[in-house]
């Protein structure tokens, strides 16, 4: 299966003049989908940074949302980066330029039109809202920064291009909390459940409260989870910890 990941660009998240509201929204639209996030990473308005980015996950061949910096001002770099980490160069669109001109008029002349730049080959990501594309290549969507804006432009590219692998990455999790244990305590049996179980995920959670206790568990399908908390919990009591479920 592939990873689906997101950006989220801009130095205002950053610095903390604005609030980022696309992590959690981006979660939720694809577990509603059956769907996870893998990966998520902020980025600074540093094109080097953007563009060595872009290129990484592309050549992973990631399905990835990038949120900010699409705009024509000079502080948006995320259309050149993209261009850039595709090989491409910027050319303008036409299908763009149509959803401006249906929207402006002729006040979209000549500065509004810069936004109908991509890189070459790019497909429109249409925007409900204002009607100022977006713009995707190589399974890279980038979309404003504006949340009301850009969650419904993710959930149309979700819907229209990646249905048919909806609720095949639906992932459980099952763990227990293991009391009176320290994780270096754990430690070899972590790295044997993960040997024995290399489909799940393993986590290790230490609680800091009175008493020394440790939430372990695993993610993955059903039956994968199912079988790796079992031994789990057949270990823990062979390891003489109490323990109790979650």
């Not at 763990?175 to 290399?198: C, K, T, W």
């Not at 799940?200 to 939430?215: A, M, Q, V, Y």
């Amino acid at each position: 299966m592939q990873n689906f990941g997101i950006y989220i660009i801009g130095d205002e998240i950053l610095s903390g003049k604005r609030q980022d509201a696309h992590l959690t929204k981006a979660i939720s639209l694809l577990k509603a989908r059956g769907l996870s996030l893998a990966w998520a990473n902020y980025l600074g308005d540093i094109p080097e940074q953007i563009t060595t980015s872009l290129k990484a996950s592309m050549a992973r061949g990631d399905i990835v949302f990038s949120f900010g910096g699409i705009g024509a001002t000079p502080d948006d770099f995320t259309r050149v980066c993209a261009a850039e980490a595709a090989g491409v160069s910027i050319e303008r669109h036409a299908g763009a330029v149509a959803e401006l001109e249906a929207r402006f008029g002729e006040a979209t002349y000549p500065k509004r039109i810069l936004m109908a730049d991509f890189p070459k080959g790019a497909e429109l990501v249409p925007n409900p809202v204002n009607r100022v594309a977006g713009f995707s290549i190589n399974q890279h969507y980038f979309l404003p920064g504006f949340p009301e804006m850009a969650h419904p432009m993710m959930e149309w590219a979700l819907d229209t291009h990646y249905s048919h692998l909806f609720n095949q990455q639906v992932t459980i999790e099952a763990s227990i909390l293991v009391m009176d244990a320290g994780e270096s305590q754990l430690l070899d049996l972590m790295n044997q459940i993960v040997s024995n179980h290399p489909e799940t995920k393993l986590f290790s959670l230490p609680k800091l409260d009175t008493r020394r206790t440790i939430e372990l568990g695993v993610k993955g399908s059903a039956s994968q989870v199912e079988a790796a908390i079992s031994d789990i919990k057949q270990a823990i009591t062979a390891l003489g910890f109490p323990w109790s479920p979650i």
